[in-house]
């Protein structure tokens, strides 16, 4: 099993950012895919999911209205799309698979990607 993640770089606060996680090595549709971040000195925290299927996403309260998680079952491929990005969503984004409930907790999930970086400056 295998998750690119790709997308991150340098951007400005108010700019937008369209990260991609490819999969393979496993049954695309079986799995709930999220993304977490983590901030340099701070723990993995929760950013997004999208069900196996596409039809239900939930996000953190810090990314909600910003955030949105779209999924291409037939490319395997899964998109968060961050707009009015701000310095303090500066992190390693990274994104994984999990079975259904997997929810907010990383050690529930099953498979990670080797993270991407974005940096928004001020």
């Known amino acids: 099993v295998q998750l690119q993640a790709s997308g991150g770089g340098l951007v400005q606060a108010g700019d937008s950012l369209r990260l991609s996680c490819t999969a393979s090595?496993?049954?695309?549709?079986?799995?709930?895919m999220s993304w977490f971040r983590q901030a340099p000195g701070k723990e993995r925290e929760f950013v997004g999911a999208?069900?196996?299927?596409?039809?239900?996403?939930s996000y953190a309260d810090s990314v909600k209205g910003r955030f949105t998680i779209s999924k291409d079952i037939v490319k395997f491929t899964v998109h968060p799309r961050m707009n009015s990005l701000k310095p303090e969503d500066t992190a390693v984004y990274y994104c994984?698979?999990?079975?259904?409930?997997?929810?907010?907790?990383?050690?529930?999930?099953?498979?990670w990607g080797q993270g991407t970086l974005v940096t928004v400056s001020s």
């Open positions: 994984a698979a999990g079975r259904p409930r997997s929810g907010l907790f990383p050690e529930k999930y099953n498979y």
């Open positions: 090595g496993l049954t695309f549709s079986s799995y709930v």
């Open positions: 999208i069900a196996r299927h596409g039809g239900f996403t």
